[in-house]
Each structure stands twice: as structure tokens, then as C-alpha cells.
Nanobody
Framework: QVQLVESGGGSVQAGGSLRLSCAAS????????LGWFRQAPGKEREGVAT????????YYADSVKGRFTVSRDVAKHTVYLQMNSLKPEDTAMYYC??????????????????WGHGTQVTVSS
């Protein structure tokens, strides 16, 4: 059973930073995508950043490029999202998710199979 547990969310003022973590368990493959997604009230879930577990290749949404960094610790089965220069529009529930290596769009939430329960990020102006 694949389980994903996010942590690190909270409230911060604009310009601040947060670091999210997602601990994964139950994954038997070594080739998969670990993605971060977010959903604000009344909006669709959107891809934020993704990393390919084996190679470390990363993908970012245009809205977070240069501000967010996704990384992974293979030994700890953990993926991180370092968020800097946060803006009020970054306020959302943030989820991590896992997809197999066959997907074609690493930032497309419809292609991810396993999801965590999310962690709330609130950025005040």
C-alpha cells in the first residue's frame, strides 16, 4: 500500500519561505515521478513541481520557476519542496503524488495515481 504523508505547511507573510516534505512508503519501483500539486478554494488542482525519482530531473510550473525548488532524498524516500519568495497567490492546499514512469505530462494531475492528504500553505500580504 503506497502512502504519502506531507508536512511543513503553515502561515507565512509574503516574501517568506516554507519547506514542504513528503514521506513516501510502500513504493516498490525505483522509477517514478514524485509531484507537488496545489489547489486553492474554487480553483482546479494544478501541478507545481515534479521530480523523477531515479534521475532527479525536475519540472516546474511557470508560476513558480525561480522561486520553488523540488528535491528528493532517495535514502529517506522523501521529496521536498522549498518555497521562497512566497506570494499570496501561492496560498493553497499542497499535495504530493506519485505516478509511474510511463506518464507523458509530469505536471498533469490526472496522470498521478497515489496522493497524500495535503498540507495547507497560507501566505498573507
Amino acid at each position: 500500500q503506497v502512502q504519502l504523508v506531507e508536512s511543513g505547511g503553515g502561515s507565512v507573510q509574503a516574501g517568506g519561505s516554507l519547506r514542504l516534505s513528503c514521506a513516501a512508503s510502500g513504493i516498490t519501483s525505483s522509477t517514478y515521478y514524485l509531484g507537488w500539486f496545489r489547489q486553492a478554494p474554487g480553483k482546479e488542482r494544478e501541478g507545481v513541481a515534479t521530480i523523477y525519482r531515479s534521475s532527479g530531473r525536475t519540472y516546474y510550473a511557470d508560476s513558480v520557476k525561480g522561486r520553488f525548488t523540488v528535491s528528493r532524498d532517495v535514502a529517506k524516500h522523501t521529496v521536498y519542496l522549498q518555497m521562497n519568495s512566497l506570494k499570496p497567490e501561492d496560498t493553497a492546499m499542497y499535495y504530493c503524488a506519485v505516478a509511474g514512469n510511463w506518464i507523458s505530462s509530469p505536471l498533469s494531475n490526472s496522470q498521478y495515481t497515489y496522493w497524500g492528504h495535503g498540507t495547507q500553505v497560507t501566505v498573507s500580504s
